[in-house]
């Protein structure tokens, strides 16, 4: 299994971005799959999670800012207004679970992708 992440850069303040990631050797019809984030110095988080069903969850600090889509094995994660405290790595993941994407149910990372917002 193989997650190819793509889509980071550097923006100010308010810009937006997309980050895609697309997982290959596999069949996850029925895994859930998100985006996790590590700002330097802390712990991964979860950013956002799509099911098969089609519903999504985010963290608290990205609600109504971003947006995860998903369409058979490969997701984004659409960035708009987006905030110095955004700047990150930013890993797709994909669960072991249908509903629930967590940091212990990762079962494949992809291989990061650096996001920076500059003030």
């Known amino acids: 299994v193989q997650l190819q992440a793509s889509g980071g850069g550097l923006v100010q303040t308010g810009g937006s971005l997309r980050l895609s990631c697309e997982a290959s050797g596999s069949i996850f019809k029925n895994n859930a799959m998100g985006w996790f984030r590590q700002a330097p110095g802390k712990q991964r988080e979860l950013v956002a999670v799509?099911?098969?069903?089609?519903s999504h969850n985010y963290g608290d600090s990205v609600k109504g800012r971003f947006t995860i889509t998903r369409d058979n094995a490969k997701i984004w994660l659409q960035m708009n207004r987006l905030k110095p405290e955004d700047t990150a790595v930013y890993y797709c993941?994909?669960?072991?679970?249908?509903?629930?994407?967590?940091?212990?149910?990762?079962?494949?990372w992809g291989q990061g992708t650096l996001v920076t917002v500059s003030s």
């Open positions: 799509a099911t098969p069903a089609g």
């Open positions: 993941a994909v669960s072991r679970r249908y509903w629930s994407l967590s940091l212990e149910d990762v079962t494949s």
